[in-house]
């Protein structure tokens, strides 16, 4: 096993975080990474915005038979004051009401789906029924200067949560592979 360091003398760590620095993509655009994600439906959504040097592939509904998994939040966050965007605030004072609620309405989705693909109803439509909080899984594809992009905007404080995770996994399987890039790019 050889170390980065070992390999990339100290002028060319001097360039890579030259070129970071200065907007100067296209070397960082060589470094490929794949990652095979599962994640809630809303959180892909959030993320799939992200186009420029990555490639999607999400497993689709309409050719899987296995009952659909669904996420729950631990704890239902309120609205921040004065936010339009969404709730990252502290824990709504009707979290577990609302678990309930939630969890009840999922099961009523799931049965309705199960119903309708009893009934032979085309998958493709069937899927429909189902809520937003149901797992989906994707082959995402990028180079190290997108995989940047997507870390930078969805690490920050103001992320929403649930995708902020997504983003942290990505980060934190990066940055050992290429340190002293991954370093510069998320100055």
């Not at 095979?36 to 959030?46: H, T």
């Not at 689709?60 to 631990?74: A, I, L, M, Q």
């Amino acid at each position: 096993c050889w170390n980065i360091e070992d390999r990339l003398s100290e002028k060319d760590q001097k360039l890579i975080k030259y070129l970071a620095k200065h907007n100067h993509w296209t070397p960082f655009g060589h470094c490929f990474a794949t990652f095979r994600v599962k994640a809630p439906i809303f959180v892909a959504r959030q993320l799939v915005k992200h186009q420029i040097g990555l490639c999607w592939n999400e497993v689709s509904r309409r050719y899987v038979d296995e009952e659909p998994e669904f996420w729950f939040p631990e704890v239902w966050r309120e609205r921040p004051e004065g936010s339009i965007k969404q709730g990252s605030g502290q824990a709504h004072y009707a979290s577990m009401h609302i678990a309930r609620l939630i969890e009840r309405r999922t099961q009523e989705s799931l049965n309705l789906y199960q119903s309708l693909i009893d009934d032979r109803v085309a998958p493709e439509q069937a899927r429909m029924v189902l809520p937003l909080n149901t797992m989906t899984e994707w082959i995402w594809s990028g180079s190290l200067a997108a995989w940047a992009r997507v870390c930078k905007l969805r690490l920050d404080t103001h992320a929403q949560e649930e995708t902020r995770l997504v983003a942290e996994m990505f980060a934190n399987e990066l940055e050992p592979i290429f340190p002293v890039s991954w370093a510069a790019l998320m100055a």
